[in-house]
């Protein structure tokens, strides 16, 4: 079956950049999303088709997509930012989850 | 604005089946283009997709989940259910029901939290 490999953790200070990888074999090839949740909330879709940004969701939320890795890139980093992120795509008709990156502000 | 809710037992024996269903209110879950999904959270864990429901009643699961799941639409309610058999306590999760369209999963229910203990 196919997989989704994310860093278990990415710490990143206040204004910076934080960068949350996602890996799959030819990953590339297929539409990457990527979800945030905080603790007792239901996932939030942040970034579709590899790079869109659904209404609501601040410009410093970013996304790229090429080779076996897609990237979610947050810019000038807020505390609110921090939780879980998870980068999702289809496969064979299947939907597949990577484990999730927790993002801490610090 | 389209809203999901779960709705389902809290706490089941081991061995037994659970089932859960999703409301969907402001949609028709007979519109063409969704998929009507059920997904899962361990404690402290990641995302686990369990499978889903064309409006047409076509299905796509989990392989891993596959001989025990199985998602069923009722057009006339405006909902769609989730059967899991033969628990564990390995199935204590946070279910969460959702719609999924065009590769992404752009609502989701709040999830309830379902505990298999004896």
């Known amino acids: 079956s196919y997989e989704l490999t994310q860093p278990p953790s990415v710490s990143v200070s206040p204004g910076q950049t934080a960068s949350i990888t996602c890996s799959g074999d030819k990953l590339g090839d297929k539409y990457v999303c990527w979800y945030q949740q905080k603790p007792g909330q239901s996932p939030v879709l942040v970034i579709y088709?590899?790079?869109k940004r659904p209404s609501g969701i601040p410009e410093r939320f970013s996304g790229s997509n090429s080779g076996n890795t897609a990237t979610l890139t947050i810019s000038g980093t807020q505390a609110m930012d921090e939780g879980d992120y998870y980068c999702q795509a289809w496969d064979r008709g299947t939907v597949v989850f990577g484990g999730g990156t927790k993002l801490t502000v610090l | 604005q389209v809203q999901l809710q779960e709705s389902g037992p809290g706490l089941v024996k081991p061995s037994q089946t659970l089932s859960l269903t999703c409301n969907v209110s402001?949609?028709?879950?007979?519109?063409?283009?969704?998929?009507w999904s059920w997904i899962r959270q361990h404690p402290g864990k990641g995302l686990e997709w369990i499978g889903y429901?064309?409006?047409?009643?076509?299905?796509y699961y989990n392989p891993s989940l596959k001989s025990r799941v199985t998602i069923s639409v009722d057009t006339s309610k405006n909902q769609f259910s989730l059967n899991l058999t033969s628990l564990t306590a390995a199935d204590t999760a946070v279910y969460f029901c959702a719609r999924a369209k065009q590769q992404l999963i752009d609502y989701w229910g709040q999830g309830t939290l379902v505990t298999v203990s004896s």
């Open positions: 088709q590899d790079r």
């Open positions: 429901i064309y409006y047409s009643g076509s299905t």
């Open positions: 402001g949609g028709s879950i007979s519109s063409g283009g969704y998929y």
